[in-house]
């Protein structure tokens, strides 16, 4: 006669959710291990590029490569202060996939973000603190520190360590940057407001 053994039944919903949460620590295992391995050929990745292009760069602790180019004399850029950018985003390649000119080369609104708080990806709060306002530079960012095995738009591949050219055009603190915020809403509220007028006061 033929045995059947009954290796596992999930009877109850403990053990069903003891099951999935150890499916889920093996899966972020993996995850991590694929991630530690991706941060070893992005630094080859970078550090080849530097060697080749005979670049200069340091390395922050989170794994970024900074070339100072200009330090700049103003004030330092720290984590918790706002920062404001002028940026080209570039693949190691050449290809630009962002920049913050327009095709006359010239700057348009540079990007603010906060020194380590969510908003700008992290190599940039990696690297930023290596300048003064007025500085300028690259960044050499690993996909762990950009946009990771996600990629990003049609440029940017999974896995993929991007540079950026940067110039830091103004540094404040978070007080200097709630009032030029609120300043900046309250203008733009009352031009709203102004243009309301006028077409009521057309109809």
Same mark, same amino acid.
């Given at each position: 006669?033929?045995?059947?053994?009954?290796?596992?039944?999930?009877?109850?919903?403990?053990?069903?959710?003891?099951?999935?949460?150890?499916?889920?620590?093996?899966?972020?295992?993996?995850?991590?291990?694929?991630?530690?391995?991706?941060?070893?050929?992005?630094?080859?990745?970078?550090?080849?590029?530097?060697?080749?292009?005979?670049?200069?760069?340091?390395?922050?602790?989170?794994?970024?490569?900074?070339?100072?180019?200009?330090?700049?004399?103003?004030?330092?850029?720290?984590?918790?202060?706002? &920062?404001?950018?002028?940026?080209? $985003?570039?693949?190691?390649?050449?290809?630009?996939?962002?920049?913050? =000119?327009? @095709?006359? %080369? /010239?700057?348009?609104?540079?990007?603010?973000?906060?020194?380590?708080?969510?908003?700008?990806?992290?190599?940039?709060?990696?690297?930023? &603190?290596?300048?003064?306002?007025? $500085?300028?530079?690259?960044?050499?960012?690993?996909?762990?520190?950009? =946009?990771? @095995?996600? %990629? /990003?738009?049609?440029?940017?591949?999974?896995?993929?360590?991007?540079?950026?050219?940067?110039?830091?055009?103004?540094?404040?603190?978070?007080?200097?940057?709630?009032?030029?915020?609120?300043?900046?809403?309250?203008?733009?509220?009352?031009?709203?407001?102004?243009?309301?007028?006028?077409?009521?006061?057309?109809?």
């Amino acid at each position: 006669s033929t045995r059947f053994k009954i290796v596992d039944v999930l009877t109850n919903q403990a053990d069903a959710e003891k099951a999935n949460e150890e499916l889920r620590s093996r899966m972020m295992k993996a995850d991590s291990l694929a991630m530690e391995k991706q941060k070893v050929l992005d630094e080859a990745t970078i550090k080849d590029y530097l060697a080749k292009n005979n670049i200069k760069a340091e390395r922050t602790p989170e794994g970024t490569y900074v070339e100072v180019t200009n330090q700049g004399t103003g004030p330092k850029v720290e984590p918790g202060k706002a &920062v404001s950018v002028l940026y080209k $985003g570039m693949l190691l390649g050449g290809k630009i996939f962002d920049e913050s =000119y327009d @095709s006359t %080369g /010239a700057p348009k609104d540079p990007f603010t973000f906060v020194v380590g708080a969510p908003g700008a990806i992290e190599g940039w709060s990696d690297g930023m &603190v290596y300048f003064n306002e007025g $500085g300028s530079g690259r960044l050499f960012i690993p996909s762990a520190r950009a =946009y990771g @095995s996600r %990629g /990003a738009g049609q440029d940017i591949a999974p896995n993929t360590p991007i540079m950026f050219e940067v110039t830091i055009t103004k540094v404040q603190n978070q007080d200097e940057y709630q009032k030029e915020m609120a300043a900046r809403q309250k203008k733009l509220e009352e031009e709203h407001q102004k243009q309301l007028k006028e077409q009521q006061q057309k109809k």
